[in-house]
């Protein structure tokens, strides 16, 4: 089992760009999650996913998009890019949102926007 | 709404000495799940150990163990026998136990950078 990959790992936007970054689980995970990390803080959530076809806005969901079409798949989308987005991304799964149900996190992506 | 506090940006410990990272959380919930993730720095994020709130008993895993105070709302970690491997920002986490509301949504602290000393 791979477990939950990303990607790209990196990637370089200028101001005004679009992207999509693609989260890939083969954990057969109802929930997925959307994270990013920026220095000196934890991570937050962007948008998460409680079933394929479902999504629905976490802590900072402005300027995102997302979409799971398929449930091993989570797309989010930068539909126009700029430079309070350079972060750290990170896309988590888990069976279930509840009791001990554990978090599994992808490698990361790392975003620049100049 | 929750929040998780993590007062110290920075540690240090010698190897095969013991080390306490602290975590305080504010909540109104009397159900809830409390989490240590570690992150090397390969960035891939590790669980390390894991306490239900209901659960009177301190969570073990082999070197990693925690002191939870619910009353307190506090939650340390203790890694005793530090090694090399163990240098890493580690954060603490907290998601509610009631279904429906934050749909098993993690709230991290802001992390603590652990520097293991040879």
């Known amino acids: 089992n791979a477990g939950v990959t990303q990607t790209p790992k990196f990637r370089v936007l200028k101001t005004g760009q679009s992207m999509t970054l693609l989260c890939a689980q083969d954990?057969?995970?109802?929930?997925m999650y959307w994270y990013r990390q920026d220095p000196g803080m934890g991570l937050r959530l962007i948008h998460y996913s409680v079933g394929e076809g479902t999504t629905a806005k976490g802590e900072v969901p402005d300027g995102y998009n997302v979409s799971r079409l398929k449930k091993q798949n989570f797309l989010l989308g930068l539909e126009s890019a700029a430079p309070s987005q350079t972060s750290v991304y990170f896309c988590?799964?888990?069976?279930?949102?509840?009791?001990?149900?554990?978090?599994?996190f992808g490698p990361g992506t790392r975003l620049t926007v100049l | 709404a929750q929040t998780v506090t993590q007062s110290q940006p920075e540690m240090s410990v010698q190897e095969a000495e013991t080390v306490t990272l602290s975590c305080t959380y504010d909540?109104?919930?009397?159900?809830?799940?409390l989490f240590w993730y570690k992150q090397p720095p390969s960035r891939q994020m590790i669980l390390v150990i894991r306490?239900?709130?209901?659960?009177?008993q301190n969570a073990t895993e082999n070197r990693f163990s925690v002191n939870f105070q619910k009353a307190a709302k506090s939650f340390s970690l203790k890694i005793s026998d530090s090694q090399l491997g163990d240098a890493a920002m580690y954060f603490c986490?907290?998601?509610?136990?009631?279904?429906?509301?934050?749909?098993?949504?993690?709230?991290f602290g802001k992390g603590t950078k652990l520097s293991v000393k040879p």
């Open positions: 986490a907290y998601r509610s136990a009631y279904y429906g509301g934050s749909q098993g949504n993690l709230i």
């Open positions: 306490q239900e709130a209901y659960k009177q």
């Open positions: 988590a799964s888990s069976k279930s949102g509840q009791d001990y149900d554990e978090q599994f």
């Open positions: 954990m057969n995970h109802e929930y």
């Open positions: 909540t109104s919930e009397s159900d809830y799940y």
